[in-house]
T-cell receptor
Framework: EPEVTQTPSHQVTQMGQEVILRCVPISNHLYFYWYRQILGQKVEFLVSFYNNEISEKSEIFDDQFSVERPDGSNFTLKIRSTKLEDSAMYFC????????????????FGAGSRLTVL | AQSVTQPDIHITVSEGASLELRCNYSYGATPYLFWYVQSPGQGLQLLLKYFSGDTLVQGIKGFEAEFKRSQSSFNLRKPSVHWSDAAEYFCAVGTGGGNKLTFGTGTQLKVEL
């Protein structure tokens, strides 16, 4: 079964450092997402990406965050200057090309990248 | 804005017993509803979804859920729980036009042998 792959599985960084989390979505998917889950809290939507641009972002996704699809296969989340409160599990998800006309499709999530900011 | 409430943070059941995990949502239109399961160290795996039609939906691993519009609920059920079902379960609501899902806080299921 096709899967979404995320690397690294765990990263520890110092506050103020830049971090790049990588995701390889399912190959024929066109819509990509990042979600995050702070320990003990809800999974939260960060950003969605389609056709090489952000289609929607949450208020969490401020200027320190950016996403790109540099080479047609990887989908990355960059956090420019990490803060303690960025410590969380970050989930990548992708969605197939055939959207149900009435709206929501099904997301396939990766196993997550745990980010610890010290 | 939509929201999801999972009133039970932890639930413990004996193996072989039935299970019901509660989920209530708040959304102005017809929601798209999902249940995901997360095992330790794993990603979020989709158990089942409701988009429209039959309000009783069947999922993987023997799970089912029933959409009740009058109660704004989408409870997850399984007639006989297996030890391998121990995990965290998340209910989520999606809005039409995208997959900006709103998740509940999750219910941690423990299965006693």
């Amino acid at each position: 079964e096709p899967e979404v792959t995320q690397t690294p599985s765990h990263q520890v960084t110092q506050m103020g450092q830049e971090v790049i989390l990588r995701c390889v979505p399912i190959s024929n998917h066109l819509y990509f997402y990042w979600y995050r889950q702070i320990l003990g809290q809800k999974v939260e939507f960060l950003v969605s990406f389609y056709n090489n641009e952000i289609s929607e972002k949450s208020e969490i996704f401020d200027d320190q965050f950016s996403v790109e699809r540099p080479d047609g296969s990887n989908f990355t989340l960059k956090i420019r200057s990490t803060k303690l409160e960025d410590s969380a599990m970050y989930f990548c998800a992708s969605e197939g090309r055939d959207r149900i006309p009435s709206g929501a499709n099904v997301l396939t999530f990766g196993a997550g990248s745990r980010l610890t900011v010290l | 804005a939509q929201s999801v409430t999972q009133p039970d943070i932890h639930i413990t059941v004996s193996e072989g017993a039935s299970l019901e995990l509660r989920c209530n949502y708040s959304y102005g239109a017809t929601p798209y509803l999902f249940w995901y399961v997360q095992s330790p160290g794993q990603g979020l795996q989709l158990l089942l979804k409701y988009f429209s039609g039959d309000t009783l939906v069947q999922g993987i691993k023997g799970f089912e859920a029933e959409f009740k519009r009058s109660q704004s609920s989408f409870n997850l059920r399984k007639p006989s729980v297996h030890w391998s079902d121990a995990a965290e379960y998340f209910c989520a609501v999606g809005t039409g036009g995208g997959n900006k899902l709103t998740f509940g806080t999750g219910t941690q299921l423990k299965v006693e042998l």
